[in-house]
Each structure stands twice: as structure tokens, then as C-alpha cells.
């Protein structure tokens, strides 16, 4: 595709259940990136992909996240046991490569109820 | 000391005025340096892109970059009221492989 896809656009989930999240980057994008906004706030790093390994998994929040990418394409974010300070608008963005340029997605807006 | 920091603003310019926007970073060792603009409830739309020091010019946009004094602005010449957003500085950093944001700048250009 021409951009970043995120699915689904919007996901309202109850509490404790498990959600995935998708990214699909730009083609040829090698660096993919995941973080999270929260309403009003700036935003926050989860991890980094480069191909399919992800040298930093510093940001996940805990061990309720998780993520992978397979075929240095697609990037599914999990998160299993889902709780209500997990509501906010999870974004994704790819590049060329570390340096580059990074574009986002349009996110996939989470709420926990 | 935050990784990039930003003014959180807002900051209050009349229409047709430059807008003046500052970014500071921490690791000496970054090399690409980013700026964003985001629309309420959009995601970020990348603006401008600077590696050297100096300034780079696009259209209404200047960015200016002093890796010795670890310093990014943005400038808006000519703001309009379309320009009212939150602006957003990006550093990737020499130390470990993510792409930091600092927390924004919102400004709003008044008619």
C-alpha cells in the first residue's frame, strides 16, 4: 500500500480480555516502530523492529505486551489481560531504515471498558 | 533530564507572524532529527527532516540544527490559522534504536 494500515481503526474490549493490534508498513520499510498516546498526552515508545528482530523492547509497559513481526513485514502488537489504564491510541511507523524518515499509521484508538 | 524536551506551550502567534519553536536534546551522539505536526485526534504527519548543522529550508518551514549546543527549532513564517496544531520534535538517538518525541508544542495562530 501507498502508507502505514493499522487495523482495526478502533477496538473496545472489557477488561482482562486479550487484544492484537496489526501494522502493516510501508513496503520496503525495514525500521517499524510501535508507541502509545494517551489522551492528551505526548507519546511513548513500546519497541523497535528492524527486519524482524527488535533489538529494543525497553518500552513495553510490562509483561502483559508483546510483539513480533514476521517476514520484516507485518508487526502484530498483543496484549493479553487487558486493563483499563491500557485505554489510548496505540500508532505505528516505518522507514527506510533507523535514520530515515519515519511515517505513522492512522492507530488503532483501544478502550478498555 | 527528559531525552527531548519541548515547550509545552501554548504558544500564541497572530496570523502572518513567524512562529518560533525549540527543541533540546540530551544524547550528544544523535545524528537524524525530526518534526511533526499533529491535528487533534490525528496522527503524526511528518513536517521536516534535518542531519547537519545548519538550516534547511521547505516552503514556510525552517529547521535549524546546533548538534554542539543539542539544539532543533522549527520555524512557521507566515503562520495561518491551518498551522494551529501540536508540533512535535524527534530524535533518533546515538544509544540504543528508537525514535524519541518529546512532548510537543501546541500552537494556535489567531486570526
Known amino acids: 500500500g501507498a502508507g502505514v494500515s493499522q487495523s482495526p481503526s478502533n477496538k473496545v474490549t472489557e477488561k482482562g480480555k486479550d487484544v492484537e493490534l496489526r501494522c502493516d508498513p510501508i513496503?520496503?520499510?525495514?525500521?517499524l516502530y510501535w508507541y502509545r498516546q494517551s489522551l492528551g498526552q505526548g507519546l511513548e515508545f513500546l519497541i523497535y523492529f528492524q527486519g524482524n528482530s527488535a533489538p529494543d523492547k525497553s518500552g513495553l509497559p510490562s509483561d502483559r505486551f508483546s510483539a513480533e513481526r514476521t517476514g520484516g513485514s507485518v508487526s502484530t502488537l498483543t496484549i493479553q489481560r487487558t486493563q483499563q489504564e491500557d485505554s489510548a491510541v496505540y500508532l505505528c511507523a516505518s522507514s527506510w531504515s533507523r535514520e530515515a524518515e519515519a511515517f505513522f499509521g492512522q492507530g488503532t484508538r483501544l478502550t478498555v471498558v | 533530564q527528559k531525552e527531548v524536551e519541548q515547550n509545552s506551550g501554548p504558544l500564541s502567534v497572530p496570523e502572518g507572524a513567524i512562529a518560533s519553536l525549540n527543541c533540546t536534546y540530551s544524547d550528544r551522539g544523535s545524528q537524524s532529527f525530526f518534526w511533526y505536526r499533529q491535528y487533534s485526534g490525528k496522527s503524526p504527519e511528518l513536517i521536516m527532516s534535518?542531519?547537519?548543522?545548519g538550516d534547511k529550508e521547505d516552503g514556510r518551514f525552517t529547521a535549524q540544527l546546533n548538534k554542539a549546543s543539542q539544539y532543533v527549532s522549527l520555524l512557521i513564517r507566515d503562520s495561518q490559522p491551518s498551522d494551529s496544531a501540536t508540533y512535535l520534535c524527534a530524535v533518533n538517538r546515538a544509544a540504543g534504536n528508537k525514535l524519541t518525541f518529546g512532548g510537543g508544542t501546541r500552537v494556535l495562530v489567531k486570526p
Open positions: 513496503s520496503g520499510h525495514t525500521a
Open positions: 534535518i542531519y547537519s548543522n
